[in-house]
Every structure is written in C-alpha cells, then in structure tokens.
C-alpha cells in the first residue's frame, strides 16, 4: 500500500490553478531564466545521487548501475534542453519584410512557437529517473515555458517524491512564480483522468503502456476544448534478417539480439519483440544459437508485480496461439516477480492472420517470423502496424535487392537501424523516439532530444508590428542571437 494519499478533486482543482497562475508570468520569462532553471534541478539532483539510488533500487528492482547511468542521463537531458532552450532553435522564429508595393503590398509579418500552457506529465513505470517526475517531458515543457504538474507513478512513488523535492527547492531558488511545478500521487484511474479533464491542463505527456496511452488521448479528445496528448505507448520493433547478411554470421547475430532481447529483463519499449527472416538453413543457424543464449539466460526481478504478472498473462497467451512453437526457455527456474527469457517461432502466414502475435510482451520475449520468402516478409512488413523503431539486418546488396521492403519498413516506423538493435536511445537532437500509431499518438513528434520541446509549444504570428514592442526573438536587431529565417535565409543578422 502507498504511504502517499491520492490527490482529491478539490486538491487538483487547486494545484491547477496555482499552475495557470503561474504559467501567466512563466511564459514571459527569458530563454535564458528557464534555462537556469533547468541547470539548478540538474545540479540538486545529483548533489542527492548518494540518497535516491537506494531508494529507487528497493521500488524499482533495478541494480545500482542500471540507475546511476538513468540518473546520469537525467540529468543530461535536463543540462542539454537547457542549452537548447536558451539557443532558441526549436523556436522556429522567422521574419518576412514587408514589401511596399502599390499593385501587390505586403505585409510584415513574424513568426515564433510560444508556450501552451500546464503540462500534465504522467511518470514511467520502467523510467524512474529519465521518463518521469525530472524526466524528459518535465524538462522539454518547462524549457517551452510551460508549468508542470507531475503525476507520480505508484510503482515508485518515494522516489518521485525526493526527485519533486528537488524541483521545488529549485524553483524557490530561482525565484520561479508559485506553482510552476506540482506533484500529484494517485494509484487508480481517478487523479490522471481528473488531470486531464480540468480545464487548465493544456498538453499531457506519457510514457507506458498502449491501454493507459490510449486512454488518456481518448479523454482529452471528449473535453470541450480537446488538448494533445503526446503519449508513447511501445512497440514490439521488428527486426528484418535478410538473406545476404544472415547468411554471413548467423551465430554473431544471434548473440547480438540475446543480449538486447534479454537487457534489464526486455523492460524497454525498444526491445526486440519480432524476427523475421527467410526459412532456410541460415535461419535454422540462427535459432539454433539464439535458442542456446536463450537457455544460459539467467531470468530476472521485474520493475514490480504488476509488471511480471502482466509478462506472465501476455506470454502465456502469445505462446497459446496456434502454429506458434517454443524454440527456448531459460533453464534456470524464476523466482517470485522474475520474468523467464523465451523465443518462441511461427509461420509468416499464420502470423498475417493472427492480430495477437502482433502486440508486445513487455519483457524479455521474442517471436520468431519464419516467411516462406522475401514476398511474405513483404507481406508482414506492410501489415505491421506503426512501430517506435524497426531495423534491417542487411548487406548492401540486400538493400539494394530489396527497396520496396526498404520503403515499406520506413512507413511504419521512427527510427530504422541497420545492422544493431534497437536497445539503446540516444539523447541528441537527431533522435526520433516517436512513431505511427499505435506507437505514439502523434508521429510527427519526438519524446527524446531538443525537438520534443515542440510538442509543448504552437506558433504565433505577430502582423505589423513596431519593433519596440515585438519580443526580443523577433526584433530587427536579434538581441538574443538565435537563428532565425529571414526572408527566406537562415541568419543570425
């Protein structure tokens, strides 16, 4: 049971409020004050390092590496949208002279992304550090100019509490407004819907999975004022072995993806869930040596038991299905919360028409697509629903070979790898962890790098406007420096 109480209707209304408020002074303050706001959280949480690892290894189950690194990351992604808040980039700022002409005159006109407004930020279950209270979406809407109200997840609920302990002693520091960052506890659907749902809350931001993903954009779209809910929701990412390349190093490659498959017990959206290739001898090679590292794997303690009864539920029924085969399990039996590596295979037909082996089994699971032929891989390519990230194992000549399977695998996804695996997301601005739905909710967004500050921001054009009382963004002198398009060229003139 949580030590911490739900947040009640009167106490959102409240904090909601107190966001609003703040929000009206937040949006005017400089680039440069949000980013030194941001740098300061950055710093208190790492003055803390020695006090919040424990605490997340005794909620979470994660090892004191795996956590430091999150952490390390953290506060990188804090520093680094700081850096880009204050150049100005993601603002987009243009500018068209006018153009005083008697036939045809024009006028002058400048463009700008400002705030939207509070921000409800849901944390993450498998992110306790990167994806929640200090995360990315906390850190992308606070460098747009927008308040923040963070819902703490349940599964590590004292340590959000000490990571928003750090955000209020930062903003007092800073001299942030009152009520630019809240902090909301709730174990049932009722705190998050209620966040949603008030009239104050102007963008959501989610990580987790597609049922609460879904059901968050599906509120947001019945308010009287519909709001964006910039939801990523997983994906299983599949991997596409071609023929060239399998047939190459088919053992390499299957130690390759034992170890992403089975990284932090499969507990990343980016994990491997699906592989397909051709059925031959290459790919009997290739399962054969998977199948082994499979065994040797050694099974491990989930996030919480939610989490591992859910593995248990979706495995099960995944392995269920019809035509679908156990290739390998590991041989060391788990214990209480532990999620047992298991490859399992199926027939390229009897996956196109079965819609269950097509959706994740969060942990460390993956299926095994064995297509009669490069037509059927085809087949599933262009049958596979919108993906986080997929990848092409594939030699030059298999590109070549094969470009409609190239365009069809880019359609369906944000990120193409190839010849890697998909664990791993770096944080930089050429980083799209986003994708068609169901992946995320919007495609055209990232939830990692500097362009997710986007999301939380919408243009404004100003029409004829004296230059005195344009913001220091737009004016003719640039006072800032950002880069901005002028009349069409990119300048900082």
């Not at 987790?208 to 964006?228: C, E, H, M, W």
């Not at 099960?316 to 399992?344: F, G, H, M, R, W």
């Not at 997929?390 to 030699?395: E, F, G, P, V, Y």
């Amino acid at each position: 049971m949580s030590i911490f109480k739900d947040a009640t209707p009167e106490e959102i209304n409240r904090v909601m409020e107190q966001s609003w408020s703040a929000f009206i002074s937040y949006r005017t303050y400089t680039l440069r004050q949000r980013a030194d706001f941001m740098r300061t959280i950055a710093a208190a949480l790492g003055a803390i390092s020695t006090t919040l690892i424990p605490v997340a290894m005794k909620e979470t189950n994660l090892p004191e590496a795996r956590l430091k690194s999150e952490l390390t990351r953290t506060l990188f992604q804090l520093n680094s949208y700081a850096d880009a808040c204050e150049q100005g980039n993601w603002l987009e700022a243009s500018i068209d002279r006018p153009i005083d002409h008697h036939d045809n005159p024009k006028p002058d006109l400048r463009k700008m992304r400002v705030p939207l407004g509070p921000v409800v930020v849901f944390g993450a279950s498998n992110f306790p550090f990167a994806y929640s209270t200090a995360g990315g979406d906390t850190a992308c809407a606070l460098a747009a100019g927008c308040p923040v109200i963070v819902k703490a997840h349940p599964a590590h609920a004292r340590t959000s509490e000490i990571v928003a302990d750090c955000i209020k002693k930062a903003a007092a520091q800073c001299n942030m407004p009152e009520g630019i960052f809240a902090h909301l506890h709730g174990t049932g659907f009722e705190v998050g819907e209620n966040l949603v749902m008030h009239d104050r809350t102007r963008a959501v931001g989610f990580t987790g999975s597609y049922a609460g993903g879904k059901a968050l954009f599906d509120q947001a779209a019945r308010r009287k004022v519909p709001i964006p809910v910039f939801a990523e929701m997983g994906s299983i990412n599949p991997v596409y072995l071609l023929p060239g390349k399998l047939a190459e190093s088919p053992v390499e490659m299957a130690k390759l993806y034992a170890g992403s498959i089975t990284l932090s017990a499969g507990q990343f959206c980016t994990n491997p869930g699906l592989i397909m290739g051709i059925d031959n001898a290459d790919l009997q090679q290739f399962i054969t040596a998977l199948g082994k590292e499979i065994e040797r794997a050694a099974p491990a303690t989930m996030l919480h038991p939610g989490i591992a009864q859910a593995f248990v539920t979706n495995r099960s029924k995944a392995l269920e299905q019809d035509e679908v085969n156990i290739i390998a399990i590991s041989q060391q039996q788990p214990e209480e919360n532990q999620a047992i590596p298991t490859i399992a295979s199926v027939t390229g037909r009897a996956f196109l028409n079965n819609p269950v082996l097509h959706q994740e089994v969060f942990g460390p699971y993956s299926l095994v697509v064995k297509c009669k032929d490069l037509r059927e891989m085809l087949a599933v390519a262009a049958q596979m629903e919108g993906q986080l990230t997929s990848t092409l194992m594939a030699t030059e000549e298999d590109i070549q070979d094969n470009l409609l399977l190239v365009e069809t695998v880019k359609h369906n996804c944000g990120r193409i790898i190839i010849n890697g695996v998909p664990t791993g997301v770096e944080v930089c601005l050429s980083m799209q962890h986003g994708g068609p739905f169901p992946a995320t909710t919007d495609a055209r967004f990232t939830s990692v790098g500097a362009d997710g500050i986007k999301r939380f921001s919408r243009p404004l054009c100003f029409q004829n406007w004296p230059d005195s009382l344009l913001p220091d963004e737009l004016k003719n002198g640039n006072p800032l420096g950002i880069w901005r398009t002028v009349n069409n060229e990119l300048t900082r003139a």
